[in-house]
């Protein structure tokens, strides 16, 4: 299992300025950032992982979003084109991605790994927490450069909009 000392020798190695912060306790997964460091959830940043069933088969994929917004089967489904999409297991959370099941960090992902961004982590500036696969540290690195690091494929994972402000717009235009 990846942790905390392979992402700090992995950023260093990229000459990336970044902190490993300990925690005052534990974590049990990602949406405890915000009350465990009194920070704003829209500065944290977690990764969920889904199940995901196209006509080829089901595979696992990574979605890396903020705390405050996290990813909804719907739009995954409607970003990759699948029949289904599901919150993957704990186990194969951990199979597929190396990390702890909830504490998923969204460096260090297996190459084959399928890895969506949500867009909106594009407007983030500034500092941002994620965990590390350990329950007692997270990583503090700028926003830009963990966006930079992150291998993956921005998709547009925004709520969809009601049936009824759909119609608004079209009326209104």
Not at 22 to 46: F, H, I, N, Q, Y
Request: net charge neutral; glycine share 8%; charged share 20%.
């Amino acid at each position: 299992m990846k942790d905390a000392l392979a992402i700090h020798r992995w950023l260093l190695a990229h000459q990336i300025h970044h902190e490993i912060v300990r925690l005052p306790r534990a974590l049990t997964c990602a949406d405890e950032l915000p009350e465990v460091l009194s920070a704003d959830p829209a500065t944290c940043v977690g990764v969920s992982v889904f199940e995901v069933t196209t006509r080829i088969g089901r595979e696992p994929v990574a979605v890396v979003s903020s705390v405050d917004n996290p990813p909804r089967p719907g739009g995954i489904g409607a970003a990759l084109g699948a029949r289904r999409v599901r919150p993957a297991s704990a186990f194969t959370v951990n199979s597929a991605t190396d990390y702890a099941a909830g504490l998923v960090c969204p460096l260090l992902l297996p190459d084959g790994l399928t890895v969506l961004v949500d867009e909106r982590l594009g407007q983030a500036t500034g500092l941002v927490h994620t965990p590390t696969g350990e329950r007692h540290t997270a990583l503090l690195i700028r926003a830009s450069d963990l966006l930079q690091l992150v291998s993956g494929k921005a998709a547009d994972l925004s709520p969809p909009r009601s049936r009824n402000e759909a119609v608004t717009v079209q009326l209104a235009g």
